[in-house]
């Protein structure tokens, strides 16, 4: 049992945010494990062995890799932004749990990434300068309930909330509805950043207020941010304004 | 008004999570202003001037950078973990809003790091690998009616949670009271982690349960991760357990 499985955060997708110790854990690996579209980020050396597979088998790529990991290889599975934010890394340990007992005895790390709510937040200022929460709004892993329990909480706690997963074509409405139970805590003209494919060559980055903001103006490769009510624009005439969340809370009269 | 104002993330402290594009921001910088500690983890080169500052003068500092930067300065401002996460990025802006109009004609960037929960979240297994928040439990900016209120709500919603400035001499019981708010939600056996130092040579982590842990346990340089009622332990006999929170929530019953 001399394998190991590194779980490697590639940031947003820009190679100037992957780390020197990512870099390293990937040029060390014998196998290549990942969703396809993260794989083509890399230049795989001649020695090394890439395993693609389609998005939403987690668990099946997860079991792969520990299969290889317990046979002596040395496996990276690759994620987008940080692995341990929706992403690989709890799923490899959800197989663990379940797998065979000797791969608890595997060497496993995790090399942390920049995840995409902090580079978002770092294009458009520093909306996440308070308190924050980052959500998924996927329903496939947990009942809409919950979700919406959720949201309400850190709604009305008035923290800034970022959405991961916030619409696909299987979960067309749950964004529209997300907006909806914030336009109940939040004044219309509240600030909601939407951030596509940052740190890409295709990044766009869109601020607006809950008013405005509709569901379509989203798709899978999207983060959502909803700011606090402390939210605020810096305008800069002709130019994008500064969008940040200030450090302090005023004591309530 | 051509001068240059980056905020970069030095990631938690060893050198391999710096990203590429803030090691090219930091050279490319005439003059560096930081926090002490941070600005000790540099070698300048022979071009740059080095303005160091004491902690808490965030206010001060971010304007002495911006007034070098309205003089036409290349100046790097930097943080530890990520500047958008309780960090230098809001200090900034706060300054820019309430400062000279010509302040905010400047090109202002900031460069994402690696921020603490994620590097401890990391070296821990998955622990935020489900919903969650961070918080800055410092009553400094914020009343500490605002911070228990958050605190309760997060906790009801079984967020994860991970805090920031969880204790220092100025304020020594927050973290007790904490986590006796802590102990109305979640079980006695519930995982707390304390991630002090992640990624420098004096790195502890330590797995607790709520029964156990004390705030004594932490200092400033700690960040501390209450699991939600899902996180949970494998074990692994002599070795450290790893520690995850599933991405699913099942149905209640």
């Known amino acids: 049992m001399t394998g190991t499985l590194t779980v490697i955060g590639l940031g947003p997708g820009d190679p100037r945010y992957l780390t020197p110790a990512a870099t390293a854990a990937l040029a060390a690996?014998?196998?290549?494990?990942?969703?396809?579209?993260?794989?083509?980020?890399?230049?795989?050396?001649?020695?090394?062995?890439?395993?693609?597979?389609?998005?939403?088998?987690?668990?099946?790529?997860a079991r792969l890799a520990l299969e290889m990991a317990a046979?002596?290889?040395?496996?990276?599975?690759?994620?987008?932004?940080d692995p341990g934010v929706f992403?690989?890394?709890?799923?490899?340990?959800e197989a663990v749990e379940t797998g065979p007992a000797d791969w608890r005895a595997l060497d496993i790390r995790v090399e942390p990434g920049i995840t995409a709510m902090l580079a978002a937040a770092a294009r458009a200022g520093a909306p996440l300068g308070g308190d924050f929460c980052a959500m998924s709004l996927s329903d496939n892993l947990k009942p809409w309930e919950v979700v919406t329990r959720r949201l309400e909480a850190v709604l009305a706690a008035d923290f800034a909330i970022a959405l991961y997963n916030p619409i696909s074509k299987a979960r067309p409405w749950q964004l529209d509805a997300a907006f909806d139970i914030a336009r109940n805590h939040r004044a219309p003209d509240s600030v909601v950043i939407l951030a596509r494919a940052v740190?890409?060559?295709?990044?766009?980055?869109r601020i607006l207020t809950l008013a405005?903001?509709?569901g379509e103006m989203a798709d899978m490769a999207t983060v959502v941010m909803i700011g606090a009510s402390t939210?605020?624009?810096?305008?800069r005439g002709d130019k994008a304004p500064f969008v940040y969340t200030p450090r302090f809370v005023e004591v309530p009269a």
Chains 1, 2 share one sequence.
């Open 87 to 93: 992403a690989m890394a709890a799923a490899i340990f």
């Open 29 to 61: 690996a014998t196998d290549l494990v990942g969703y396809h579209a993260y794989l083509a980020r890399l230049a795989p050396a001649a020695h090394q062995t890439v395993h693609g597979s389609d998005n939403r088998v987690e668990l099946d790529r």
């Open 231 to 235: 939210t605020r624009l810096i305008e």
């Open 212 to 214: 405005e903001v509709r």
């Open 199 to 205: 740190g890409r060559p295709d990044e766009q980055l």
């Open 71 to 81: 046979d002596g290889r040395t496996v990276a599975v690759v994620s987008g932004g």
